[in-house]
């Protein structure tokens, strides 16, 4: 054993509690072969964590500590480069351990696609479940560059394991998504509120942020930023109704691209996440 002062280790807050004793496993899934435009999201998972280290445990808001909570962090997933419907099933077997060991998963992308392998598992054990999407786009696309499982189509696959999706913070899509959207009468919010957001989830959800939620002026570091975004302030007010309302089984932060401080808002805006989950107190 070699001992020596660190700036930390690879793991979400510094914290490393074994898989079978979490409250909470971080799944970083460093993955990005469909992405369009900017591409580097699959070190985002990576960036999270390492800036994870530099924020304060202790939650100013909730006047409790994270530290007091056991928190995992597993190895970054090896991707299945054979397709991206490969990677989307590996996921859902990996999210679908973590369920089975009544853990909280929150998984870290790696681009938007592999959500739907999260959603497929969470599915297959809970009953009532809404996906609540906060992101830029819709991302209903049946297929895009010749690919029914690229990023672009991440909630149309969904769609066929939840038949209760909502939206918040939609400013672009195709006309052939705002067609299925009018068909189908999806619950569309291009901003917050709160309640009418809140009171649309069933009572189990998975939720998604896609970081281009947020105004890029906030969250540069996203591979298609959209302007008009919500603020951090904003995504933590619906978070906190949520999570007291709700029973939030899954998460995930995914299409960071490092830059700037874009993974430190990144960071600590899952560190609130988390805290809201564990920590906050009954209404």
Not at 16 to 33: G, H, L, R
Not at 190 to 206: H, L, S, T, W
């Amino acid at each position: 054993m070699i001992n020596y002062p660190s700036r930390g280790k690879y793991s979400f807050l510094g914290l490393d509690a074994e898989p079978e004793e979490a409250d909470v496993i971080i799944f970083p899934v460093p993955y990005d072969s469909t992405t369009s435009y900017k591409p580097g999201t699959r070190v985002g998972p990576r960036a999270i964590i390492l800036a994870s280290n530099e924020i304060e445990t202790f939650d100013l808001e909730l006047k409790k500590d994270l530290s007091d909570l056991k928190i995992c962090t597993l190895p970054e997933l090896e991707p299945d480069v054979d397709s991206p419907k490969a990677t989307v099933e590996l996921v859902a077997k990996v999210v679908g351990q973590i369920i089975k060991l009544e853990k909280f998963p929150v998984m870290l992308g790696g681009e938007h696609t592999i959500t739907i392998g999260a959603v497929k598992a969470a599915s297959k054990h809970f009953e009532n479940l809404t996906v609540l999407s906060l992101d830029a786009h819709a991302d209903l696309r049946d297929s895009f560059q010749n690919s029914m499982y690229s990023h672009a189509c991440t909630m149309r696959r969904c769609l066929e394991y939840c038949k209760k999706p909502v939206w918040v913070g939609v400013r672009s899509m195709s006309e052939e998504e705002h067609k299925l959207c009018k068909k189908k009468r999806f619950q569309i919010y291009q901003k917050i509120d709160v309640n009418k957001i809140v009171n649309e989830c069933k009572e189990n959800v998975y939720l998604t942020i896609d970081l281009d939620v947020l105004d890029p002026s906030i969250m540069p570091g996203v591979g298609t930023p959209v302007p008009c975004g919500l603020s951090v302030q904003e995504v933590l007010a619906l978070l906190k109704q949520l999570f007291r309302k709700k029973n939030v089984v899954a998460a995930d932060l995914v299409e960071l691209i490092p830059f700037g401080i874009s993974e430190d808002i990144a960071a600590a805006l899952l560190a609130k996440l988390v805290a809201y989950k564990f920590l906050l107190p009954s209404a």
